[in-house]
């Protein structure tokens, strides 16, 4: 994407269909009134890949042409709404500048995990994508107990070290599908499909434990850690994304009311 709300996002066709459109069900989705909710697909054949109109009310353009279909070539503008996409073909090095402006956009300057406006957009897209297959899905928040005491003790040059080194934590256990956000401050964040809300605790309680038991040391000083985790799923009561989030917030607020340095996932204990 080169225009648009996630600009440098790439998307890898592969040999797939991948159709692009307001709802959030779509491959790509673009979320805005002047698109159609399955606006358009792009799609590979023996010939090329081309991307085809689905009818939509405004209209698909590629090179400022209206049209129905069209096999695409490197360097073609597809136009959807208000957001303009680049076809960019094998090892064409302007993909990496791309890249580059996608990942300065959704990566945490402190941390290098992704930033609170990934999250948000990934959780939507995840809920989404859960709802439609009935999968699974599980979010994990927790954030660094008594983390202004860290501050003030051993001054904020060694905080900022110790957020690093628990992003890189929870990154290195985490699974290449999981998605670990620095949610804001000292809290953090992660989305995990496929897992129910046990398999999640456990994960929570594996996260806990390794903290608690990981030396943290900056300019030669031990800093003593821990963390409260909160954990919410995907069920019937919860309507959208905000909703999982404030009950994985609140769960995080119950582990820190009941003592700290622990997992909390349903509503009346640990």
């Given amino acids: 994407m080169i225009y648009g709300a996630e600009l440098g996002r790439k998307y ?12 959030t069900v779509n491959d790509i989705c673009v979320s805005q009134d002047s698109v159609s909710r399955t606006h358009a697909t792009i799609m590979m054949d023996e010939n090329g890949v081309k991307v085809r109109d689905n009818e939509s009310t405004n209209g698909t ?9 069209a096999y695409l070539k490197d360097g073609d503008l597809i136009k959807v709404g208000r957001s303009i996409f680049k076809f960019l073909t094998g090892d064409n090095i302007e ?10 956009s959704t990566v945490d300057g402190l941390t290098q995990i992704f930033n609170k406006r990934y999250f948000i957009e990934t959780l939507e897209r995840e809920l989404s994508r859960a709802r439609r297959y009935d999968r699974p899905l599980a979010l994990m928040m927790f954030d660094i107990d008594h983390f202004k005491r860290c501050n003030d003790t ?3 040059r060694a905080g900022d070290h110790v957020l690093r080194q628990v992003a890189e934590l929870v990154r290195e256990r985490a ?25 999640a605790a456990q994960f929570g309680e594996t996260v806990r434990k390794l ?10 000083r031990h800093i003593p850690l821990t963390i409260s985790v909160g954990v919410s799923d ?22 820190k009311q009941s003592g700290r340095n622990r997992v909390v996932y349903i509503d009346t204990g640990t």
Avoid at 211 to 220: L, M, P, S
């Fill in 12 to 23: 890898n066709i592969e040999g797939r269909e991948m159709t692009i459109g307001r709802a």
């Fill in 61 to 69: 353009y590629v090179n400022d042409h209206k049209i129905h279909e």
């Fill in 95 to 104: 993909s990496s500048y791309h890249e580059e402006i996608y990942r300065l």
């Fill in 154 to 156: 051993f001054g904020h």
């Fill in 175 to 199: 699974r290449k599908v999981d998605v670990v956000a620095r949610y804001g401050g000292e809290e953090f964040a992660t989305i995990l499909p496929e897992i129910d809300l046990d398999g």
């Fill in 211 to 220: 903290v608690e038991d990981t030396r943290f040391v900056f300019e030669g």
């Fill in 234 to 255: 995907l069920d019937t009561s919860v309507a959208n994304a905000d909703d999982l989030v404030k009950r994985a917030d609140a769960r995080l607020y119950m582990a």
